[in-house]
């Protein structure tokens, strides 16, 4: 019985020194075999991730980015690609890293990809951000832009943005045109462009409930009890 108890002991023990020194163990091993092996030192490892980057080779860029951040903690240029990769993944993860190092890409994909994953995740101060660094230079990133403004509570600058936006063709800028004009009290106009949005999508829910809710500030309750029944069918 005392035999079992102290192989017990020993057994945790040798679990518990496992997550103890298992990094120091794995750094060393990821050393040995891109140093020694692979005979890469740090300049060479970034290369590589570079180049498979540039390739699109992203099960590499990943696995050393993964290996990069072990090895070279302090790297920068693997922690860009590292968001990068992300990025071209849909991780917002990625948008975040590339912020947080004041590396933002200066051609129009890279800034739109990062403005687009930043809007899908409503992150809209971060893409205001962004676009007061970079610049809108597309329908897409002036309709987010403007998107980003109206939710941070800048109704007439965004109102600005995204009528220009629509007259260049990105028309469903027309519900936060509406929603613009909803907030500033302009319900006359709100419900013009609410209008628009519906014809183009009638079954949109949202837009349905925002003129039902249009009609309700309105004072006109039998409108707004017809577009409340609707979101029941």
Known sequence: MKFKFFIFIISCGAVALSYVYAPEVYRYYLTVYYQKILKQDETAF????????????????Q????????????NKKIKKYNGLYLLSQGDVKGAFIL???????????????????????RSYKEVIMVVHKKGARTPVLKYCYGKA??????YNQSLVILQQVYRQGKVESDYFIGANYHHMKDYKNALVWYQKALHRQPSNQEYIRSIASLYTQMGDYTKATRYIMRLQR
């Open 63 to 74: 696995r050393y980015c993964e290996h990069g951040n072990i090895l070279y903690p302090a």
């Open 46 to 61: 970034v290369k590589k991730i570079e180049e498979a980057y540039k390739n699109k080779e992203y099960t590499t860029v």
């Open 99 to 121: 912020i947080s190092l004041d590396d933002i890409p200066d051609d129009t994909e890279h800034v739109e990809k990062i403005i687009t994953t930043l809007d899908d995740n």
């Open 149 to 154: 403004l109206f939710y941070m509570g800048n």
